[in-house]
């Protein structure tokens, strides 16, 4: 079945291990069974396509285990039934095989560790460019297209650049693109961020100051201005400056010279303006914290950078670069597969590209030349589900213990045995109005056990995983009675 690929089989017990490697031999896997206690020294390098996971007896064996399959995570878990070990940790954790074990749910889980295996990962391509300018600008959605059409547009010109949008969607990205394609590329490129700098240093930072322009003033300096001298001067964050020191920027812009504090000579500005802001210039005008003539200086050419959440389908691009970029810089890459990207495309980003490019930073450290799959992920990006086969479909419970179990898990978390209130509202009578032709239990503790379900998962955003845990029971539990009454986790959001 896995042709080369070996099945593991880690049991204490002979007898037990034995009879699960003849079984998974019948049916035509290739085994390898072997106790606890060799693992310490075990072989990890054959290609492994399963590990059946039993009983240690021993908690020093159980923590090696443990360890051993984190380190190993690319290979599927299945749990034996009656194996007490924490699987929080497993994050290639598979499922779990009862027993005595048949062959519909044996064969059922073999299917899934063959999907596990099967899973390519998001690969990242070897760049052959030095150039990483463009790392923030990759994407095929409109958006983005605009963006870089307008860059092409503007380049060329000299005229003033006034960058807007989100923090973190790329502005000096943005603003590093534009001076890069215009003429003055030979030129430098000087950033400064107006909110970083305290307002009665602005100034000299800027425009510099002469000997003794002030208390410290030990030598003359240059300001930004004189160092971006035949090249672009980014201003970044310019809603942040002082309104005084608005005015002086004013006068700089309208006539292209300037003076060093604390001097008279007047210095010629042969720079080219390129500003940005996270911050709405039109209602801080209306406030009167930003000049409307410095405005219309800065905003000759608007450009507004999308936010990541409006280009959700660059995702994938996106991680490409970040990617290929921190392997460049020497991380070890990583690997992610198509689920785990489908789940980072569903999340809001409110931190837009810099938030994405911490959480690949992150992975990188985490999991270095590993699969990173959606458990691997922080809690926060986890939109979706990893599937694990259901022994309970091949259970042959009585419909009359599925009800008991049912109620087990809805009320295991009230001590005095009452029906908890909450959702129960517009559930039928409660105990101390019982009618006297009496009502039918079955329907209104279905309703209230559906009434339960739809407010686990509305309260976590259709996430099955996270409602089943806010519900007290397993994922697979909670699938099933979803099934049972045909509740859709799109419908919550």
């Known amino acids: ?50 590990c059946f996971l039993g009983q240690v ?49 044996l064969t059922d889980a073999l299917r899934h560790c063959q999907e596990f295996m099967g899973r390519r990962g998001l690969e990242v391509p070897h760049l052959g460019r030095k150039n990483t300018l463009f790392r923030s600008m990759v994407g095929q959605s409109t958006a983005i297209s605009t963006v870089r059409h307008l860059i092409e547009q503007v380049s060329g010109t000299e005229a003033s650049v006034l960058v807007l949008g989100e923090s973190g969607t790329g502005k000096e990205v943005v603003a590093r693109n534009l001076h890069y394609h215009s003429p003055r590329r030979k030129g430098p490129f000087v950033p400064v961020n107006c909110g970083a700098i305290p307002p009665d240093l602005l100034e000299s930072e800027l425009f510099g100051h002469e000997k003794g ?17 035949g090249g ?76 990541l959440r409006e280009r959700k389908q660059d995702i994938p691009l996106l991680l490409q670069e970040l990617l290929a970029r921190m392997e460049a ?12 990207v489908n789940s980072l495309m569903e999340h809001h980003w409110p931190g837009n590209v810099r938030e994405l490019a911490n959480l690949i930073e992150r992975l990188m450290i985490l999991f270095p030349g590993e ?42 978390n009230f001590s005095d045995g009452g029906i908890p209130q909450q959702g129960m509202q517009n559930a039928g009578p409660t105990s101390n109005d019982l009618p006297e032709d009496g009502l039918n239990l079955k329907e209104m503790l279905a309703e209230v056990e559906v009434n339960m379900i739809c407010q686990a998962l509305e ?30 986790k799109d419908d919550m959001r």
């Open 213 to 229: 322009a002030f208390t410290g003033a030990i030598t003359a300096r240059k300001g930004r201005f004189e160092l971006a001298q």
């Open 1 to 50: 079945m896995q042709g080369l690929a070996k099945t593991l089989i880690i049991e204490d017990d002979a007898q037990s291990r034995h009879n699960l490697k003849v079984i998974l031999e019948f049916i035509g896997e290739h085994c390898h069974a072997i106790s606890a206690s060799e693992l310490s020294t075990f072989e990890w390098s054959e290609p492994w396509s399963a």
């Open 371 to 412: 699969s990173v799959d959606v458990n691997h992920l922080p809690t926060k990006y986890r939109y979706s589900d990893i599937p694990e086969f259901q022994p309970e479909n091949y259970n042959q419970q009585s419909i009359e213990e599925q009800e008991q179990a049912a109620l087990a898990d809805m009320f295991a």
């Open 57 to 105: 007896s021993d908690q020093a064996l159980k923590d090696i285990i443990k360890s051993s399959l984190v380190v190993h995570n690319h290979i599927p878990v299945i749990m034996l039934a009656g194996a007490m070990h924490d699987v929080e940790e497993l994050t290639n954790y598979v499922g779990e095989l009862n027993q005595p074990v048949n062959y519909p749910q």
């Open 232 to 307: 672009t001067l980014f201003l970044d964050e310019i809603g942040d400056m002082p309104m005084p020191m608005q005015v002086k920027l004013l006068r700089v812009l309208q006539e292209r010279c300037f003076e060093r504090v604390g001097g008279n000579q007047s210095i010629r500005a042969d720079v080219r303006i390129v500003a940005a802001t996270h911050r709405n210039l039109d209602e801080m005008i209306e406030k009167g914290t930003f000049r409307e003539d410095l405005y219309y200086r800065l905003n000759v050419f608007p450009i507004e950078m999308p936010a």
């Open 329 to 340: 810089e020497g991380s070890t890459r990583v690997r992610l597969t198509p689920r785990a």
């Open 459 to 488: 309260a976590q955003n259709g996430v099955v995983a996270r409602a089943a845990d806010m519900l007290g029971m397993r994922r697979t539990t909670l699938v099933e009675k979803m099934r049972k009454y045909n509740l859709n």
